[in-house]
């Protein structure tokens, strides 16, 4: 059952039981969980103020168990932007879970791409990476795992913050939950670049790709067989590109070889290729 709403900017979706995975109670009821990304709230833009609120409007209506934020909460990292965004998500009602991913306007200041600062986001919201999300494990056998996708140096390096990176110290943690959660029904990850997508913007591609070995590694650790046969990671939530899209993996391809044999993508002129695995 899924509700997508592109202009609330608002993805809701179920988690089924399925017969094949029988490690917990398939009678349990069905966990809901409600994705919100790139809302980009402006303290002077009403509008934006409007769309999130009728989307607190939706998940009140809804009660899932879980919102998950994949980052671009607010439009720039000021005060009066983090604040209005926390003003309207406390309508949210009590007993809702949410929990965030940091995007990179979350930490822009100045409207300036190679300029950053995570100390309103800290002020506000808190921890930005390597997020455990793992109360749902022992009921409906769930892990989720929440990872800042802007570990990258900025500026200096000529890089900005329209394409990403994921670090070798998330990495290792990220393989270091793969196996506690071993025994996991789903492990779904959350943050706000796309593993893969067609857009650009300002001559960088709005992916993990500035690192092509920890992209790389990234892949392969989601691609991890759990003992089913099945990759360890069954979903990766983000955001970023503002549009709405799902991308799966064809059986018996790996997501390198799906990214670069399958001729629908938009990307495949600009292939990825297979980074040396040594940090």
């Known amino acids: 059952s899924n509700y997508i709403d ?21 009678n349990s009821e ?13 303290s002077s833009d009403s509008e934006s103020w409007k769309n999130l609120e009728d989307v607190i409007e939706v998940i009140n209506n809804m009660q899932p168990d879980l ?9 720039g990292a000021t005060n009066e932007n983090y604040e209005k965004f926390n003003e309207i998500m406390s309508n949210i009602s009590t007993g809702i879970n ?10 822009r200041i100045n409207g ?4 950053h600062s995570y100390a309103w986001y800290n002020f506000y919201i808190g921890q930005s990476d390597k997020i455990l999300v793992d109360e749902y494990y022992s009921k409906y056998g769930y892990v989720f795992l929440g990872l800042n996708s802007n570990q990258k140096v900025f500026g200096a390096t000529g890089l900005n913050d329209y394409s990403g990176e994921i670090n070798k110290t998330q990495l290792e943690w990220l ?21 893969y997508s067609g857009a650009t913007y300002a001559g960088e591609d709005a992916v993990i790709s500035d690192n092509l070995t920890a992209r ?7 691609e991890q067989p759990d003992e089913n046969g099945y990759s360890k990671v069954s979903l990766v939530l983000t955001g970023h590109t503002h549009t709405n899209g799902v991308w799966e993996e064809i059986i018996h391809l790996s997501l390198k070889d799906f990214l670069a044999e399958i001729p629908m993508l938009s990307i ?5 290729p297979p980074a040396n695995r040594e940090f």
């Open 67 to 75: 919102v998950l934020v994949t980052g671009d909460m607010v439009d």
């Open 98 to 107: 949410v929990r965030y991913a940091i995007g990179n306007h979350d930490i």
């Open 175 to 195: 393989n270091e939950q793969l196996q506690l959660y071993d025994k996991a029904k789903q492990i779904i990850i959350f943050m706000h670049h796309p593993v």
């Open 30 to 42: 069905i966990l809901n969980v409600i994705q919100i990304t790139d809302t980009h709230i402006d």
């Open 268 to 272: 495949r002129e600009k292939l990825y």
């Open 216 to 222: 790389d590694i990234f892949i392969d650790l989601c």
């Open 6 to 26: 592109e202009n609330d900017a608002c993805l809701y979706f179920q988690i089924w039981h399925t017969e094949e995975i029988m490690q917990y109670d398939p």
């Open 112 to 115: 300036d791409p190679f300029e």
